[in-house]
């Protein structure tokens, strides 16, 4: 017995039917998206914002607490840090890519405990070209000595 093979023809209405194509289900993708940002949000640490630091500006009043006198800081257009400047300046921090700043909170530290009655105040004296970021790294280590008695000076 001979089979022959029948060859049919495609008609053009058979052409037109597009055979099942692949899809993709993103929805198992969304929700991996989803759970990640959960994840972020959740682990973060929140960072204390410059302006939430509480510091006081002076205000003169009849009786004066400060035994002291108030310690002036210079912040210079290079990033140094300079206690007293003039003739007994002493220059702290010329490291600037620390944000640290530990000489400068030692200094602070030994000015803040001279004694329960004195309040120490600190002039802050600051270069027009300093970095922004250098002066925030200065209030931080006077928020951090216990000192928010600070005038900016000319």
């Known amino acids: 017995m001979v089979s ?3 060859r049919s023809r495609q008609t ?3 052409d037109s039917l597009v055979p099942d194509e692949p899809t993709l289900d993103i929805s198992s993708l969304i929700d991996v998206c989803f759970l990640l940002l959960i994840y972020f949000l959740v682990t973060t ?3 204390p914002r410059e302006q939430d630091l509480r510091t006081t500006i002076p205000v003169p009043q009849d ?3 400060v035994t002291l006198p108030p310690m002036l800081i210079e912040l210079r257009q290079g990033g140094e840090v300079v206690v007293n400047p003039g003739d007994a300046a002493e220059v702290y921090e010329l490291d600037v890519d620390s944000r640290e700043l530990p000489e400068l909170k030692s200094r602070l530290d030994s000015l803040s405990g ?3 009655q ?3 105040k600190v002039l ?3 270069h027009d070209e300093a970095l922004q970021q250098r002066y925030i790294d200065v209030i931080n280590c006077l928020a951090e000595a216990g000192i928010s008695d600070i005038a900016i000076m000319d």
């Open 118 to 120: 004195s309040v120490p």
């Open 63 to 65: 009786t004066e607490l």
């Open 45 to 47: 640490t929140i960072q």
């Open 12 to 14: 053009a209405h058979e």
């Open 124 to 126: 802050l004296k600051v």
């Open 4 to 6: 022959t093979m029948k």
């Open 114 to 116: 001279f004694g329960i």
